[in-house]
């Protein structure tokens, strides 16, 4: 029989995690001897191995205790379960490592190939290094967040790009960032604007990321924070196409 104390240092944890234990219900509290310490046996190291192995594997203590209780074949399913858990994590933090390394590397591509393309397009068609910088942040987020919609919403905007006309409303939106907000031509920009959105959608709405999202909200507000103008514009358009 051993000491409270010399069971942690053979096992490996504290005696604060141990009286931990106790106070959950995982390891039981033997009795104390006539000196007045508790006093631990091998089936109680035994115990504290299972307890402090699932416990470093991330399994929730009150988890633990209710497999304390399981039968073996629940038992042995619960531990296929966490290897299964356990080997998603370690997939997820190689390949978490594999772009840290790239990062470090200068190789790390966080954006589709045709996306870095499109951002090599709009300043050839004359759009400011702010616009490209801000439209490349804001695509990282979107892709970052919404993986299954965003090439949904990208082919959209490229393909609208590709229009001449609309392609210059957005070299227009681009360079309305340095005017004033009261500047008529917010006006004129933003009656512009809410048409052709009317004339390319119509009725239906265009692509959007998934309902309840707070993206789309925190995208146009990092666009209206840029420019006193962009704000106006942003209110002017949504005014205009309101039902």
Known sequence: MITIGQLAGYVGVSIKTIRVYHDKGLLPEPDRDASGYRRYGAHDAIDLIKIRTLAEAGVPLA?????????????????????????????????????????????????????????????????????????????????????????????????????????????????AHDLAAADPRIDALAHRIAEAHRERYGPDEPPELDTGSEIPALIQGTVNASSPAWRRLDTLIRAQLEP
């Open 63 to 175: 988890r633990i205790r209710d497999l304390r209780s399981a039968a073996d074949e629940e038992f042995q399913q619960a531990l296929r379960e966490i290897d299964d858990e356990l080997t998603a994590r370690i997939h997820g933090l190689q390949a978490m490592r594999g772009r840290l390394r790239r990062l470090a590397a200068g190789e790390l591509t966080l954006l589709p190939t045709e996306v870095g393309a499109h951002l090599e397009d709009l300043a050839l068609w004359g759009f400011t290094p702010r616009w490209v910088d801000l439209q490349r942040d804001l695509w990282i987020l979107v892709f970052a967040t919404h993986p299954d919609h965003a090439i949904t919403l990208f082919h959209d905007q490229a393909e609208t790009l590709t229009d001449p006309a609309l392609r210059q409303l957005f070299l227009d939106y681009d360079r």
